[in-house]
């Protein structure tokens, strides 16, 4: 082997290290930059899956606290309505008038009906069947609809003399005061 022939085996040797080099080195770069990309990744990840958590969890917060507030709804209409319902066995007419709005838009048969109207005919009822009266169930339907009324399907037993009951459904309905706007019966056995 002459000089010349060891000089270019000695450059080859030198490109084919350098191309080595330059492969070792691009095959860093690309595991370093795909490192760098993944771990980018993992974290723009977490962090959406803590926001999404945190959505979530407002979103939770705001579930709960409207069932808090229907819930309460439902309780206070619970207890406006046996409140009703013991005035009314009583003959209470000042209570009763207490809870009703200034125009009803349902009583019984009547529409569009003015309280002290319904009080003026509560007491003619009232004379005429002194011995009249409602047991009602305790576990009675409360639905609250948007808008804050609040409907309240209640089954009973009524009597105008305490001695023959019939079967009965009233339906009654608040606004959001608490106020009753609504009244109406639906009687078992086509009596009224």
Known sequence: ????????????????????????????????????????LIIFKTEKTNE????????????????????????KARNCISYYFSRKNIKDADS?????????????TYTEI????????????WKKYPNDILNYDDDFAVEVFPG??????INGKYSKDRKEFVDIVQEIRLNSEF???????????NTQ
């Open 1 to 40: 082997m002459d000089a010349k022939n060891i000089v270019d085996l000695i450059k080859k040797q030198e490109e084919k290290q350098n191309r080595r080099k330059i492969v070792v080195m691009l095959f860093l770069i690309i595991c370093s930059v795909s490192f760098i990309i993944f771990i980018s």
């Open 52 to 75: 999404y958590l945190f959505v979530n969890n407002d979103s939770l917060k705001a579930i709960n606290t409207s069932y808090a507030v229907i819930e309460y709804k439902k309780e």
């Open 96 to 108: 009763i008038r207490n809870i009703f709005t200034e125009k009803l838009s349902r009583y019984y």
């Open 114 to 125: 003015k309280r002290d109207s319904i009080i003026t005919e509560d007491y003619k009822y």
């Open 148 to 153: 804050d009324t609040i409907k309240c399907l």
């Open 179 to 189: 106020k009753i706007f609504y009244v109406r019966a639906f009687y078992s056995n």
